[in-house]
């Protein structure tokens, strides 16, 4: 979930949990939305650089990972489906 300028990360699986807070740069609403956590973990270690910008709408829609600073020759985006889950 985003919560103003912080990602809160949550993490379930059948080996355990896990939760961490990162400060980001924000704008837009709060929202929350949940993804594969392999999926996502892939595709932010494929991005070249140190940064990444993460684009959003909706719970609903999909999302774009984008290398904030590529490297050399480099256009990736990497598009996502978030996961339905219970309240």
């Given amino acids: 979930?985003?919560?103003?300028?912080?990602?809160?990360?949550?993490?379930?699986?059948?080996?355990?949990?896990?939760?961490?807070?990162?400060?980001?740069?924000?704008?837009?609403?709060?929202?929350?939305?949940?993804?594969?956590?392999?999926?996502?973990?892939?595709?932010?270690?494929?991005?070249?650089?140190?940064?990444i910008r993460i684009e959003l709408s909706t719970p609903l829609f999909s999302i774009n990972i984008i290398p904030v600073d590529p490297g050399e020759n480099s256009e990736d985006i990497f598009f996502m489906m978030p996961v339905r889950t219970r309240d």
């Fill in 1 to 51: 979930s985003v919560e103003g300028n912080i990602l809160k990360l949550n993490a379930v699986s059948s080996v355990g949990v896990s939760y961490d807070e990162l400060e980001i740069e924000h704008t837009g609403d709060d929202i929350v939305i949940s993804f594969n956590n392999r999926n996502l973990i892939d595709s932010v270690k494929s991005c070249t650089g140190k940064t």
